[in-house]
Nanobody, 123 residues
């Protein structure tokens, strides 16, 4: 079984910063891409940023220049550094990873989601 556990959310003032972490654990053979998504009340879940196993990154236009995604492959962990936060960044942030498990190894990958962490930007 594989689990993704997120941490680092909370309440921050406009202009502030937060760093989210997401650690994958369990019967992992390899992790392909990892990413962060968010869902605000009444809105669809949207991609915030993603990173491949080789380090190639992709960002939503709304966060470019403010957010940075990174990963530590040795720790099976992905991070999201969020700077210059504003009220529109308020949402539940979810981690997603594409993982090959020890049971299937490289032949099959599965999509896993974390439980979500709340980020609230408010004065």
């Amino acid at each position: 079984q594989v689990q993704l556990v997120e941490s680092g959310g909370g309440l921050v003032q406009p202009g502030g910063s937060l760093r989210l972490s997401c650690a994958a654990s369990g019967s992992i053979f390899s992790i392909n891409s990892m990413g962060w998504y968010r869902q605000a009340p009444g809105k669809q879940r949207e991609l915030v940023a993603s990173i491949t196993s080789g380090g190639t990154t992709n960002y939503a236009n709304s966060v470019k220049g403010r957010f940075t995604i990174s990963r530590d492959n040795a720790k099976n962990t992905v991070y999201l550094q969020m700077n210059s936060l504003n009220s529109e960044d308020t949402a539940v942030y979810y981690c997603k990873a594409i993982i090959a498990t020890m049971a299937t190894m490289a032949s099959t990958t599965y999509q896993y989601w974390g439980q979500g962490t709340q980020v609230t930007v408010s004065s």
